[in-house]
């Protein structure tokens, strides 16, 4: 599924929409180059999880973690960079076995030999300074049903 996002205010409203839709336990892959705006998605899916704190990329610290509505914790990875995910590949590998976890990845390519099948995979290009493309796919039963529930 395509859909075209104009600015980075829609893009929040995006992610937003997407938030609300979450209970815990699904998996998010975010790809992209540097600037697509995929923490800017992840911001405006932290507002739709009712998180009030912001989200700030955690392409240093690798991950960051926020608490959100119905007991649901939003657990935001950034792997940029690192062709070896060490000992954070068991912690995560834990964070997605967790139910009331919604697990975003950037820059996946390090784990992606633990990532579920099941997952929502976005890709974001940047079509001018302003405008976007998402390429949405789903790959099992939760990141299906999620998918359709975006499209509504
Ligand atoms: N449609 C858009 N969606 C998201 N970000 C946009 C958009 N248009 C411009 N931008 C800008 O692009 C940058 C995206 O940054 P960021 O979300 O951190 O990207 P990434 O995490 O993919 O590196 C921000 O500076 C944002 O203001
Ligand atoms: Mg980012």
Known sequence: MFIDVKNKDKMKDLG????????????????????AGKTTLVKGIAVGLGIDENVQSPSFTINR??????????SHYDFYRLNDAG?????????????NI???????????????????????????????KLDIKSSGEISQKLMEKITE
């Open 16 to 35: 937003k929409a997407i938030g609300t839709l979450l209970c815990g336990g699904e998996i998010i892959e975010l790809i992209g180059d540097v600037g």
């Open 65 to 74: 973690v926020y608490n959100g509505r119905d007991g649901i914790i939003l």
């Open 87 to 99: 000992i954070m590949a068991n912690e995560l590998q834990e964070v997605i076995d967790d139910k």
């Open 102 to 132: 919604v697990t975003v990845i950037e820059w996946g390519g390090a784990v992606a030999g633990i990532l579920p099948i099941d997952r929502l995979t976005i890709n974001i290009s940047a079509i001018s300074e302003y405008s976007r």
